[in-house]
């Protein structure tokens, strides 16, 4: 998420859609500007939902999401397929090997102090 890309799809986005469109965000909460996203919901702008991703994770009980039964909800895991889980052991694994032989890893090592 970037501050390019908070609040990308707003209330004019959501008004362009058609009243039959399901909004599906697989990618981070905030894409979505939150009340825009609700407010939509509530008019029946659009149909509904689908959402792996939320503004504040974990939900917290009486979040406002959840009053819509035209939302489909998901516990931030719709990415975790086998070759998902695969690919990132594959990488992990790599990664070790090669900071234990003095290569380069793709990511950031902190030094233990």
């Known amino acids: 998420l ?11 986005e959501l ?25 939509a919901l509530a008019t029946k702008k659009i149909a ?8 504040d994770e974990p939900l917290k009980p009486g979040d406002a999401i959840l009053g819509f039964d035209t939302v489909v909800l998901s516990p931030h895991n719709a990415g975790q397929t086998a070759e ?3 690919d990132g052991l594959l990488r992990a694994v790599k990664n ?7 290569k380069p890893t793709d990511v950031v090592v902190a030094p233990v102090k």
């Open 2 to 12: 970037t501050p390019e890309t908070r609040g990308f799809l707003g209330r004019k």
């Open 84 to 86: 998902v889980v695969r």
């Open 96 to 102: 070790v090997e090669n900071f234990l032989a003095g």
């Open 48 to 55: 509904g939902a689908g959402l792996d991703v939320f503004h």
């Open 15 to 39: 008004s362009l859609m058609k009243k039959t469109a399901f909004l599906v965000n697989t990618g981070r909460g905030a894409l979505v500007e939150r009340e825009a996203l609700l407010d």
